[in-house]
């Protein structure tokens, strides 16, 4: 990683967060943590997202994409293209919703293997910044995941009825 320049790009809306996120899904290479209170508004139906992520999860048996929510609602019902991804990838795809005592947490962030990460500075705040090539952030974002991870319940399992 040394040879990779370090960049940290600022967001200043919406807009440039989501695009973000999808730079970030496509960088990702072993690893996708993915965290946000509903995932509402962030592209995560949208074909584009889908592709991403179907591309990703396709090009190897050893890839994982960890998905967490406070709220699991807006995913479960008005998110069908990753309610396909995770029927299809059920061994690799992982949807877990947070605990109550957890939903204090306020920042919203996605860390693709140990290298790259974007987050937001509040759920309510569309600024933030894309981090790239900074694995002392991700590393430190992806532990603060795996935190909250170890404590969440699975939220959806890939059948409808959640059996």
Same mark, same amino acid.
């Given at each position: 990683?040394?040879?990779?320049? =370090? #960049? ?23 690893? =996708? ?5 509903s995932f509402d508004g962030l592209g995560f139906n949208s074909e584009a997202r889908y592709m991403i ?13 960890? !998905? =967490?929510?406070?709220? @699991? ?25 947070? @605990?109550?005592?957890?939903?204090? @947490?306020?920042?919203?962030?996605? !860390? %693709? ?15 933030? !910044?894309?981090?790239?090539?900074? %694995?002392? #952030? ?26």
């Amino acid at each position: 990683m040394s040879d990779k320049l =370090l #960049q940290h790009i600022q967001l200043n809306g919406m807009g440039e967060y989501t695009a973000a996120l999808d730079t970030l899904c496509g960088l990702a290479e072993r690893n =996708l943590y993915l965290f946000d209170k509903s995932f509402d508004g962030l592209g995560f139906n949208s074909e584009a997202r889908y592709m991403i992520l179907h591309r990703f999860l396709l090009d190897s048996p050893t890839h994982r994409l960890y !998905v =967490l929510a406070h709220d @699991i609602h807006y995913l479960s019902n008005f998110c069908p293209r990753m309610m396909m991804l995770l029927r299809q990838f059920s061994s690799r795809m992982f949807i877990h919703r947070t @605990i109550t005592h957890l939903h204090h @947490i306020s920042t919203p962030f996605a !860390v %693709a293997d140990d290298n790259h990460c974007v987050r937001r500075f509040h759920f309510d705040d569309a600024r933030g !910044v894309f981090e790239q090539n900074d %694995a002392v #952030q991700a590393r430190v974002l992806k532990g603060f995941f795996m935190e909250m991870w170890g404590e969440s319940p699975q939220a959806l399992s890939p059948d409808k009825l959640g059996l």
